[in-house]
């Protein structure tokens, strides 16, 4: 007869199931976690926004598309679609997914660092932290499921081997999607501050959204409500008196260094 399992060993299997279940909990989470802004990368936590505008989510965004309608179906089958893009596109994705400021900068000719640029910085800084406020305050009260979440999908941003559907997943943060709203904030915020460069900016603002769904991370209708809420949030920083102050010595800063 087998000798059974000391309680300490049990004890100890359990830390390590724990600590398993864990670091899966961890890898989901770093799998749709915000880009890191600046390079190098530093906290963010104690940026101060503008001004509050978190309930402007409310006012900005309808729900997300229900399961089974035919919003949803579509929103499904691009999805499916933007499974099949080629290798060069996917690794842009991926990159896209993990920076956010160093994505645009080429388009302005210059390196977007603090050391160069710390007037431009505190700018998107500020203005992406108050974009960020009705983006998550949409995500907990909509709660939606990510694609890999739901779909059977080959190829997920950050992992390796097929995603499995988990409709009890706990991280439902799909609607409205963070990265489309932080790069729009970015880009709508660096037309301001080089107006020449606009149609450039606002452009490569929708590869980065549509980064996402290539990730597998999003639906479309998750990285329009990141447009619509980037810019609303926008249009209430044009008319708010210390933005346009910043805004004018970001562009001072950046025509000295152009």
Known sequence: MQNEPSPRSKRGAQALFLLATLLSLGAEVARAASPEWETPAVSHKNVKPYVDVTPLHATTLPPPPEEGTQADRDDVAAVLARQQVDAERRAMAETDGELLYDRFAPLLGVELRRDRFPALIDLLNRSVRQAGQPAFAAKTLYRRLRPYQRLTLEHVCGRTGTSKPDPDAQQRTSYPSGHSTY???????????????????????????????????????????GRQLATAVVSQLDLNPEFQRDLQRARAELAAAR
Request: hydrophobic share 50%; with cysteine; charged share 25%.
């Open 183 to 225: 790069g729009w904030t970015t880009a709508l915020v660096l037309a301001r501050v080089a107006p020449d460069k606009a149609p450039a900016l606002l452009a490569r603002a929708r590869d980065y959204a549509e980064s996402r769904l290539i990730c597998g991370m999003h639906f479309p209708s998750d990285v329009e409500a």
